[in-house]
């Protein structure tokens, strides 16, 4: 192969204490974040969060009030957009309607003074390597939502950034086309070798594609960390509703002690004591009938939906207390419940996630 | 069909025929032998075209439009275009350029005449062709920088962001992908400008002397003095010229 397909040397990206206010109202709040080069970044959040704000104060679209942005040590923070030399592919793909696919891809190359001849070779290995290369003549307006985004991500990547930032790059593609793409931008992000940051508000998508998740709240971060950190070790209420269900009780922590109202049960003592919410998602949750041996610890109440889901089974149960439980059990080795059972709902204590009531 | 739609078909088509009778009117005028304009004699004659495309004045004052006309697209397309890209930040500043750049859309005629007139002569160019065409870029632009701006209020700002993002500077962001994609609008600007400038009258009689006169100052004052159907046969020419135009036009869309 030619020299053309060497790769991109990723960047390292920080951002230190980044802020951005329109009109008064702060948009993006004090956001510090350090990626090491070839890392993926999603950034996750509720629209209005600030996740394409800090996209585009990275890219240089806006420059932020306060705080500093680093691309592989070299401040960039009042560098124009075009000098950046970083990857953007756009929520709505903004190929340019007036230029064919291929054209689109060459576009950055002959910015680059690239001759005119090299420009055409390179984006026809750019689309090559999206599965595009026969449809290079074609206008964008003549290709298909999932065969555009493939034109955009190519012309995204052919000039070799070492850091590319996708503003929700699959948002507007169908569930299943969605998924083909997670795989594939996952295998060219590998292939290209370059740091990637993304912004989305679905939360599959960030816990199939990255090494590492933002979640985003009112401008701020509200924990960064591995998925499995955020799924797991929520650092308060939000990130945890956020990522996946979870059934939710009040109460107070002594000790390895949680009481609730008018029944106890076991915390790991890591757990922060005083007023706390206690959370068990629903698949750490076990529901036994009650009367049986083992329904001598846990909340009684009664079945009153039982949902088969092929692999899974759902289980609502109103609490007898007050309140309601959802219990996800292995459809083939969990119990075959029906509705207006009386049961138990029962959790291991190293699967109760315990966060310090908040003022919200 | 119901009653309603025969009267309102009735209705429009009384109202289209008073609207295109006067226009329609002058054809068979020009190919009448009468001498006087308004006084049909009912005989045929293609005589003032004879004299139309033989005597001096009217080919010089065609020259003269055409070459007016063309400076003024030229020069207002551009201006009005740089305007309307200019005003897409709506800064303070902005908001008055584009208050002076449009005032000549609603201040009468007439006072533009009387002041080009006297600036004109100020500035060595009474009488000229160039006087003519700063005059007329000037009633132009504004019609350019309207049709522009609609236009360029279409193109999504996301796609200078791309181009931004894949290393064009701000010049080349606007030359290879918002002026391409405003197209439409400077074309029609540039219709507009042309228009404008083709059948200017009132302006025109001011700055023009007998050398620089173009065909509405020219058609003005034959009116005034020898109403000869030379005239008619000029306005049915120049109703072909617009119909062809037109047609042209309608065609390049529905092959867009």
Not at chain 1, 14 to 41: N, Q, W
Not at chain 1, 115 to 128: G, M, S, T, V, W
Not at chain 2, 98 to 114: R, S
């Amino acid at each position: 192969m030619t020299g053309s397909s060497t790769l991109a040397a990723p960047s390292a990206l920080t951002l230190t204490s980044v802020g951005k206010s329109f009109h008064g109202e702060r948009a993006v709040d004090d956001i510090s974040l350090d990626l090491t080069p070839g890392e993926f970044l999603t950034m996750l959040g509720p629209s209005g969060s600030g996740k394409t704000t800090t996209l585009n104060l990275i890219a240089g679209f806006l420059s932020p009030d306060t705080g500093s942005i680093t691309l592989d040590g070299k401040d960039i923070t009042t560098i124009a957009p075009h000098r950046r030399g970083i990857g953007v592919v756009f929520q709505n793909y903004a190929l340019f309607p007036h230029m064919s696919a291929l054209q689109n891809v060459a576009f950055s190359l002959e910015m680059r003074g690239v001759r005119r001849k090299d420009a055409q070779r390179q984006a026809h290995e750019a689309l090559e390597l999206v599965q595009l290369a026969h449809l290079g003549k074609r206008l964008p307006k003549q290709l298909s939502g999932g065969q555009q985004q493939r034109v955009a991500l190519a012309r995204s990547f052919v000039f070799k950034p070492g850091l590319l930032l996708m503003d929700e790059p699959l948002g507007a593609l169908d569930k299943r086309l969605r998924e083909d793409m997670q795989l594939e931008i996952m295998r060219l992000g590998r292939e290209l070798g370059c740091t990637i940051v993304s912004v989305t508000h679905d939360q599959e998508e960030a816990l199939v594609m990255s090494d590492r998740i933002a979640i985003y709240r009112g401008g701020r971060i509200a924990q960064l960390g591995t998925a499995e950190d955020l799924y797991e070790r929520p650092s308060n209420l939000f990130v945890a509703d956020f990522m996946g269900e979870a059934n939710r009780l009040e109460g107070r922590v002594d000790g390895t002690t949680f009481t609730g109202e008018g029944w106890s049960c076991r915390v790991p003592s890591s757990a922060p004591t005083g007023a706390v919410h206690l959370l068990v998602r629903p698949e750490n949750t076990s529901v036994v009938s009650d009367g049986t041996s083992s329904a001598a610890t846990g909340l009684s109440g009664q079945v009153i939906e039982a949902i088969y889901l092929g692999g899974t089974r759902k289980y609502v149960v109103r609490l007898s207390h007050g309140g309601r439980f959802e219990a996800r059990t292995s459809a083939r080795s969990g119990p075959d419940l029906t509705v207006g059972d009386a049961v138990r709902v029962q959790w291991k204590p190293e699967h109760a996630i315990v966060l310090p009531a908040e003022a919200s | 069909m119901p009653l309603r739609h025969v009267a309102l078909g009735f209705v429009s088509a009384v109202v289209g025929l008073f609207l295109i009778l006067p226009t329609l009117y002058i054809v068979p005028l020009s190919f009448d032998a009468s001498s006087t304009l308004g006084v049909p004699s009912g005989q045929w004659s293609t005589r003032w075209y004879a004299e139309l495309f033989t005597e001096r004045d009217w080919a010089l004052a065609a020259s003269n439009s055409l070459q007016v006309a063309s400076l003024t697209t030229v020069l207002a397309t551009a201006l009005g275009t740089a305007l309307a890209l200019g005003l897409r930040a709506k800064t303070r500043i902005g908001v008055m350029v584009n208050g002076f750049a449009l005032a000549p859309m609603i201040v009468p005629a007439v006072i533009i005449g009387v002041g080009m007139y006297g600036m004109l002569i100020w500035w060595g160019l009474g009488g000229t062709l160039l006087g003519l065409v700063i005059a007329h870029t000037v009633l132009a632009i504004p019609f350019v920088a309207v049709a522009v701006s609609s236009s360029l209020s279409q193109v999504d700002p996301d796609y200078e962001k791309a181009a931004a993002s894949l290393g064009a500077p701000p010049w080349k962001q606007v030359t290879k992908v918002v002026l391409p994609l405003a197209a439409p609008g400077i074309a029609a600007g540039a219709l507009f400008a042309f228009v404008t400038s083709w059948d200017e009258v009132v302006v025109s009689i001011f700055l023009a002397n007998t050398h620089s006169r173009t065909l509405p100052v020219l058609m003005w004052t034959q009116v005034r003095t020898e109403v000869t159907p030379t005239l008619a046969a000029l306005g049915t020419c120049l109703l072909a010229l617009s119909t062809l135009a037109l047609a042209a036009m309608q065609l390049l869309k529905r092959n867009k």
